[in-house]
T-cell receptor
């Protein structure tokens, strides 16, 4: 099956710093999504981004499908950005079955 | 109510109990998913329902029994669970044509 690798696995930042999270996948994908899981367990949609670049406030994401990776940028990080960031891709073949990476755990200190 | 809701939010049960988790989506989606998230482990996809038919069952033990009576509701029936089944159980929904998934807040289950 498709492999999804996220890096780094853990990240500690000082408030105000910028960061880049990476998601690599082993096969062509039709769909990709980024999530933020807050400390209470809720998974929040950040971006649905099968290709191209999107921005939402301090967050932006870029997916280069031909090179099999996606990047999530967090600028001017805040303590509320803490949590785990997951990317999920749709298995090849249009099955609508997602495969999740293991996540990047982010801690932002005040 | 909007989005995806799950009840109960917390559940403590003994190994001989029978309980059910409920998920409801108000987004007009036609696919629903159950995930298990154990401490320090990635999300594990358990079941997928597409147009109310089960399309995925990732070797989940029979003590977990899903039910999807319609496109808006999804249940997970639990019986004779083990302590290692303690985890956060997450429900999600999507429009098949889009894939983009929306998650509920989860049920934190503790099996004593």
């Amino acid at each position: 099956g498709i492999q999804v690798e996220q890096s780094p696995p853990d990240l500690i930042l000082q408030e105000g710093a910028n960061s880049t999270l990476r998601c690599n996948f082993s096969d062509s994908v039709n769909n990709l999504q980024w999530f933020h899981q807050n400390p209470w367990g809720q998974l929040i949609n950040l971006f649905y981004i099968p290709s191209g670049t999107k921005q939402n406030g301090r967050l932006s994401a870029t997916t280069v499908a031909t090179e099999r990776y996606s990047l999530l940028y967090i600028s001017s990080s805040q303590t509320t950005d803490s949590g785990v960031y997951f990317c999920a891709v749709e298995r090849p073949g249009g099955s609508y079955i997602p495969t999740f990476g293991r996540g990047t755990s982010l801690i932002v200190h005040p | 109510e909007t989005g995806v809701t799950q009840t109960p939010r917390h559940l403590v049960m003994g190994m001989t109990n029978k309980k059910s988790l409920k998920c409801e989506q108000h987004l007009g989606h036609n696919a629903m998913y159950w995930y298990k998230q154990s401490a320090k482990k990635p999300l594990e996809l358990m079941f997928v329902y597409s147009l109310e038919e089960r399309v995925e069952n990732n070797s989940v033990p029979s003590r977990f029994s899903p039910e999807c009576p319609n496109s808006s509701h999804l249940f997970l029936h639990l019986h004779t669970l083990q302590p290692e089944d303690s985890a956060l159980y997450l429900c999600a929904s999507s429009q098949l044509i889009d894939f983009e998934q929306f998650f509920g807040p989860g049920t934190r289950l503790t099996v004593l």
